[in-house]
């Protein structure tokens, strides 16, 4: 994750496109399809979807690269779970002045981790929600140009477990090197990542300390 005057310029990039302050990243959870691990614990890894797959965790920047990427979770594992138990969530605790992680309503609010309102009912709501997913959006786009660049993630990896990991980090690493030699893509041509609908079995915990926060930017920033 960007620290220091690059963690300024990524705040800043992210408020030019649609208003949002001192956000640091967006997160969400992708697919990979994967065959079939085979084992008593096979099922673990069979998604909503019904096929076999990883779910990946990335945070992205505005420019789409990939900031924190966590590939350890099988397809059943909820992505408020994969957040839950990942590093980055520690890290973003015991900094909590850093900034805002963005996520869509399969989060929990957090003081560093902002999601939409579920019913706005208030004009500045509204504007906050709009900006929200305008912002993002940028995670739908990263996943997309990801899959474009690597079709393996799209297709699905026929591999070993140990080795789909391994190769999962490796195109993100592939795909930030990428970015930054300017091969940029111009991801408008790009299929988005197909956004799921919160599993309606995980009930979003609303955070005192994460609604507190989003109130407040609502308050200051979109009235």
């Known amino acids: 994750m960007p620290t220091g005057e690059e963690l300024r310029e990524v705040k800043r990039k992210f408020y ?6 001192n956000v640091i ?20 890894f069979r998604n909503r979807k019904g096929y076999f797959s990883i779910n990946v965790q990335c945070i992205c920047d505005a420019d789409l690269r990939i900031r924190d990427v966590d590939a350890r979770w099988q397809g059943s594992v909820h992505d408020s779970t994969v957040f839950g138990n990942s590093l980055i969530k520690i890290k973003l605790e015991e900094r909590m002045n850093t900034g805002y992680l963005l996520g869509d309503s399969a989060y929990p609010s957090k003081s560093y981790l902002l999601t939409p309102v579920l019913n706005p009912r208030t004009p500045d709501e509204q504007r ?5 997913i305008r912002t993002r959006n940028t995670i739908e786009r990263c996943f997309g140009v990801l899959k474009w660049r690597f079709p393996c993630l799209s297709h699905g990896l026929r591999l070993r477990l140990e080795t789909t ?9 592939l795909h930030n090197i990428a970015a930054s030699d300017g091969n940029r893509i111009e991801d408008n041509a790009v299929d988005l990542e197909n956004e799921e609908q919160p599993d309606h079995d995980f009930a979003r915990k609303e955070d005192l300390q994460g609604v507190a926060a989003r109130t407040g930017v609502i308050n200051s920033h979109f009235r």
């Open 16 to 21: 030019e496109i649609a208003g949002f302050p």
């Open 165 to 173: 990991v391994a190769v999962i980090v490796a195109v993100v690493v």
């Open 25 to 44: 990243g967006c997160v969400d959870g992708t697919h990979i399809r994967i065959q079939s691990p085979g084992g008593e614990n096979s099922e673990l």
């Open 128 to 132: 906050y929600n709009r900006s929200h």
